[in-house]
């Protein structure tokens, strides 16, 4: 059986100047994230379905883009103001 969690999506498309290439995407599971993100992947999932965080669905199972994950997270980050002293 094949290890999900090393699972790869090839994907052609082109460029800008139309020039065919291929990309690879890893996919990562709702347990690879919730490590990421310091949670369980049962709230990596609710969040999911949700729609609160970019994924996709295979059936019955989340699977989420490394880039989306980290693209995603940084577009949440907030910048607090430093306390004068």
Not at 11 to 23: I, L
Not at 25 to 54: F, Q, W
């Amino acid at each position: 059986m094949a290890n999900i969690s090393n699972f790869q999506n090839q994907t052609d498309h082109e460029d800008q100047t139309g020039t065919s290439k291929t990309t690879t995407e890893t996919l990562l599971t709702a347990d690879e994230v919730g490590e990421i993100l310091r949670l369980t992947s049962a709230t990596v999932c609710k969040k999911a379905r949700e729609l609160k965080i970019p994924h996709i669905k295979i059936g019955r199972t989340y699977r989420f883009r490394s880039e989306a994950i980290h693209a995603w997270l940084e577009s949440q980050a907030t910048v607090e103001p430093l306390a004068e002293s």
